[in-house]
Nanobody, 120 residues
Framework: VQLVESGGGLVQAGGSLRLSCAASGDPLNNYVIGWFRQAPGKEREGVSE????????HYADSVKGRFTISSDNAKNTVYLQMNNLKPEDTAVYYCNAQSRAGAMVIYEFWGPGTQVTVSA
């Protein structure tokens, strides 16, 4: 699976961005798709994920109520709508696709990332 993120950019605090993760090479039906982010000097952290087949979603506490993950099966694409952005949301955002057996990750793919910068 090849993943390509888009939609990042520079936005003022309180603004919105929508990130897209377009997949090619394999349908995403059997994957859990996640958005991760990594700020300078910090470890990569999970932001949100969606079970593509079922639409089940999960969010990090820091983004609950502000971010919404969704999928478009026809386009093999996952989106992350980010509202009420804060300067602490500034990071490189990565799309991740995991094939899991229960809680175990069998294999995974990463996109190259897209920069999100939120100014105060």
């Amino acid at each position: 699976v090849q993943l390509v993120e888009s939609g990042g950019g520079l936005v003022q605090a309180g603004g919105s961005l929508r990130l897209s993760c377009a997949a090619s090479g394999d349908p995403l039906n059997n994957y859990v798709i996640g958005w991760f982010r990594q700020a300078p000097g910090k470890e990569r952290e999970g932001v949100s994920e969606i079970v593509f087949d079922y639409g089940t979603t999960h969010y990090a506490d820091s983004v609950k109520g502000r971010f919404t993950i969704s999928s478009d099966n026809a386009k093999n694409t996952v989106y992350l709508q980010m509202n009420n952005l804060k300067p602490e949301d500034t990071a490189v955002y990565y799309c991740n696709a995991q094939s899991r057996a229960g809680a175990m990750v069998i294999y995974e793919f990463w996109g190259p990332g897209t920069q999100v910068t939120v100014s105060a």
